[in-house]
T-cell receptor, first 117, second 116 residues
Framework: AQTVTQSQPEMSVQEAETVTLSCTYDTSESDYYLFWYKQPPSRQMILVIRQEAYKQQNATENRFSVNFQKAAKSFSLKISDSQLGDAAMYFCAYNGYRDTGRRALTFGSGTRLQVQP | GAVVSQHPSRVICKSGTSVKIECRSLDFQATTMFWYRQFPKQSLMLMATSNEGSKATYEQGVEKDKFLINHASLTLSTLTVTSAHPEDSSFYIC????????????FGQGTRLTVV
């Protein structure tokens, strides 16, 4: 079974600064997808960015980018020019086959990001 | 983007009663639907995976007789918490995907269940 580890329960960043959230995972699969989701106080899950494991190029979405290191099984999220609206819980997620034989998301424990004005 | 609607957003029920939560994909046909449970300040824990017309696949430790999942159509899945007890109080979230790889999940807004 896959595991996803987020070692930073909380992070804080000044507005307009850059912050990096860490995520590592463990899997024996070679073909999978990785995601970062944002969960604001409304608790609606919002997709931030997605990375296909077969792609060497790191995904970027405006101010959000990832550092995907497949061999190290690391998938960090960099938020540039942080904004107050970025404050939320961030979950790293792995899409692969579970013990049930079904393909589904496995989430990390989350990192709460605070943005200081 | 694709929209998943979950209803109700909040529900309070008495201990021993059953409550049904609906998850609908509004503008697409979902190949697979997923049900998660999230305790306060914790992560999302997958409860079960379901496809239209077939039995749900439950994760280890999830009581299938307590958490009944019905996936009657490509746009609707329901989770029924039977004989609810206070320990079932939690935030329940559904998501839906298209295609066999489930590469992009669309989430409902969640349901806060309180059992009194």
């Amino acid at each position: 079974a896959q595991t996803v580890t987020q070692s930073q329960p909380e992070m804080s960043v000044q507005e307009a600064e850059t912050v990096t959230l860490s995520c590592t995972y463990d899997t024996s699969e070679s073909d999978y997808y990785l995601f970062w989701y944002k969960q604001p106080p409304s608790r609606q899950m919002i997709l931030v960015i997605r990375q296909e494991a077969y792609k060497q190029q790191n995904a970027t979405e405006n101010r959000f980018s990832v550092n995907f290191q497949k061999a190290a099984k690391s998938f960090s999220l960099k938020i540039s020019d942080s904004q107050l609206g970025d404050a939320a819980m961030y979950f790293c997620a792995y899409n692969g086959y579970r013990d049930t034989g079904r393909r589904a998301l496995t989430f990390g424990s989350g990192t709460r990001l605070q943005v200081q004005p | 983007g694709a929209v998943v609607s979950q209803h109700p957003s909040r529900v309070i029920c008495k201990s021993g009663t059953s409550v049904k939560i609906e998850c609908r994909s509004l503008d697409f046909q979902a190949t697979t639907m997923f049900w998660y449970r999230q305790f306060p300040k914790q992560s999302l824990m997958l409860m079960a995976t379901s496809n239209e017309g077939s039995k749900a696949t439950y994760e280890q430790g999830v009581e299938k007789d307590k958490f009944l999942i019905n996936h009657a159509s490509l746009t609707l899945s329901t989770l029924t918490v039977t004989s609810a007890h206070p320990e079932d109080s939690s935030f329940y979230i559904c998501s839906a995907t298209v295609g066999s790889m489930n590469t992009e999940a669309f989430f409902g807004q969640g349901t806060r269940l309180t059992v009194v």
